[in-house]
């Protein structure tokens, strides 16, 4: 059963547009949300993360949205760069120590941004 | 400052072969982790470990063993490989606080025949 569910396996933009990636999930536990970008033959990095407590996180061209009610988070990216082409993984993680660390992962979104 | 190392990076076996895939970390990390990526299914946890000596069971741990002995190595072993192991396996640690970041290995590519 997943747990995280990215539905959408690939996102094409224009270069200068919005880009918005998304995920939802079905454990209500879930305390935190982190958002990965893996480039080709490369291992995933770290890209911006939210807490269950809030619903907005920002860092730079990159923002984090949470909508606790609907289970629901999306990654937006404003303005859209080819570098950004990517595979973006959406993670979250349960509170307690037996889950320390453990992070469960959506399917991916391959995003493409066109020049 | 390396980070977190894997190797081989590129690996071919034939079934009922076993090998190990060798991880190290130079960050002092307690934490860490095997996942393996397979397309449509994103990133599963195998194996992950909590300190020296204390390792436990993910999402898909059979064919798999893992051990512990330092906080730099954490190895992943097929004891004999099946086509269903064919995978990218990514290694990856944390100081495993609440939501903490994980840091990866740029990966093993393993193809089992």
């Known amino acids: 059963d997943q747990q995280v569910k990215q539905n959408s396996p690939s996102l094409s933009v224009q270069e200068g547009r919005i880009s918005i990636l998304n995920c939802d999930y079905t454990?209500?536990?879930?305390?935190?949300f982190l958002w990965y970008k893996k480039y080709p033959a490369e291992g995933p990095t770290f890209l911006i993360s939210?807490?269950?407590?809030?619903d907005k996180n920002e860092d730079g061209r990159f923002t984090v949205f949470l909508n606790k009610s609907a289970k629901h988070l999306s990654l937006h990216i404003v303005p859209s760069q080819p570098g950004d082409s990517a595979v973006y993984f959406c993670a979250a993680s349960a509170p307690g120590s037996s889950n320390t660390g453990k992070l469960i992962f959506g399917q991916g979104t391959t995003l493409q941004v066109k020049p | 400052n390396a980070g977190v190392t894997q190797t081989p990076k590129f690996q071919v076996l034939k079934t009922g072969q076993s090998m190990t895939l060798q991880c190290a970390q130079d960050?002092?990390?307690?934490?860490m982790s095997w996942y393996r990526q397979d397309p449509g299914m994103g990133l599963r946890l195998i194996h992950y470990?909590?300190?020296?000596?204390?390792?436990d069971q993910g999402e898909v741990p059979n064919g798999y063993n893992v051990s512990r002995s330092t906080t730099e190595d954490f190895p992943l072993r097929l004891l004999s490989a099946a086509p269903s192991q064919t995978s990218v396996y990514f290694c990856?640690?944390?100081?495993?606080?609440?939501?903490?970041?994980?840091?990866f290995g740029s990966g093993t590519q393993l193809s089992v025949l």
């Open positions: 454990n209500s536990m879930f305390d935190y």
């Open positions: 470990s909590v300190g020296a000596g204390i390792t």
């Open positions: 939210i807490s269950s407590i809030k």
């Open positions: 990856a640690s944390s100081y495993g606080g609440a939501g903490e970041k994980l840091f």
């Open positions: 960050m002092n990390h307690e934490y």
